[in-house]
């Protein structure tokens, strides 16, 4: 198991440009997860997905955009990046079934971005 | 979710036991303690949960008071492996949550040689 794959693993844009950030999942969960991570902070919620063809808004959502077409798949839609979005960006996936085991999350490891 | 309240740093002697404190005062009868933890620059990654019990695995001993308002994450032998960013994360379990977790300032441990 590749466990969580993310692509790029940096990336410079100018503000303006737009890019899609990839996630990977081999584990066959349900649940995906992206998250943002500032210099100094913890972890915020983008967006979260169930499964596939279900996505929902997390606490940070403004200034992104994801689809959820497959299982294993759970791209992050940057449109007109802002230098507000320079940050760390982790996707994550959880077990499928519901109960304390859908906490145990697995990260992938983290997509730098800086909007210059 | 019940607000959590950790140490902003702490330091530990290669060897000895690190003891993170967490207070989560406020958490209610159907919410977990979670541990987690971030070593620098990478994702973060799963450590421990509990209930109630006490809980042990191959990571870390996870000690819950009796009254649940606080708990401690204990690594009985650190390592200079183990400094990172320790996050105590307080849950509901199933409903709507779907596993969503929020993280907050963490407590920065460093386990010095």
């Known amino acids: 198991n590749a466990g969580v794959t993310q692509t790029p693993k940096f990336r410079i844009l100018k503000i303006g440009q737009s890019m899609t950030l990839q996630c990977t999942q081999d584990?066959?969960?349900?649940?995906m997860y992206w998250y943002r991570q500032d210099p100094g902070m913890g972890l915020k919620l983008i967006y979260y997905?169930?499964?596939?063809?279900?996505?929902d808004k997390g606490e940070v959502p403004n200034g992104y955009n994801v689809s959820r077409s497959t299982t294993e798949d759970f791209p992050l839609r940057l449109e007109l990046a802002a230098p507000s979005q320079t940050s760390v960006y982790f996707c994550?996936?959880?077990?499928?079934?519901?109960?304390?085991?859908?906490?145990?999350?697995?990260f992938g490891p983290g997509t730098r971005l800086t909007v210059t | 979710d019940a607000k959590t309240t950790q140490p902003p740093s702490m330091d530990c002697a290669e060897g000895r036991a690190a003891n993170l404190p967490c207070n989560h005062s406020?958490?209610?009868?159907?919410?977990?303690v979670y541990w987690y933890r971030q070593i620098h620059s990478q994702g973060p990654q799963y450590i421990i949960h509990?209930?109630?019990n006490n809980e042990t695995n191959e990571m870390a001993s996870l000690i819950i008071t009796e009254d649940r308002k606080s708990s401690t994450l204990i690594l009985p032998h650190a390592t200079l492996r183990d400094t990172a960013v320790y996050y105590c994360i307080v849950r509901v379990e199933g409903g709507t949550s779907y596993g969503k977790l929020t993280f907050g300032q963490g407590t920065i441990l460093t386990v010095h040689p």
């Open positions: 584990m066959n969960h349900n649940y």
């Open positions: 994550a996936s959880s077990y499928p079934l519901r109960g304390p085991s859908s906490y145990e999350q697995y």
């Open positions: 997905s169930v499964g596939a063809g279900i996505t």
């Open positions: 509990g209930l109630k």
């Open positions: 406020t958490i209610s009868g159907n919410e977990y």
